[in-house]
């Protein structure tokens, strides 16, 4: 993902290699750096935090990114940003 009018461009590492957290992930993201307008988080309200279910279709859990953004990347464009 690349965000030129800061001079970013990145990439997303889940520890486990599954693609299951990359929306989550993603939105935490853009949310620390501020790049989502009101109307944009409520539409990405889903994928901020979606519901896992089991095989019968009961809701077991939740997937949360957890995203820490260096000052210097939400400042100036800098920096790397580190998830768990």
């Given at each position: 993902?690349?965000?030129?009018?800061?001079g970013l461009g990145i990439?997303?590492?889940s520890?486990?290699?599954?693609?299951?957290?990359?929306?989550?992930a993603t939105v935490a993201l853009l949310e620390q750096l501020e790049e989502l307008t009101a109307a944009e988080?409520?539409?990405l309200?889903?994928?901020r935090q979606p519901v896992v279910?089991?095989?019968a279709g009961l809701e077991v859990g939740t997937i949360e990114a957890v995203v820490q953004v260096p000052?210097?990347?939400r400042e100036s464009g800098g920096g790397r940003a580190e998830w768990a």
């Open positions: 993902m690349g965000l030129p009018q800061r990439a997303l590492k520890e486990d290699g599954a693609a299951r957290g990359l929306a989550p988080r409520s539409a309200s889903g994928s279910r089991n095989h000052a210097a990347a």
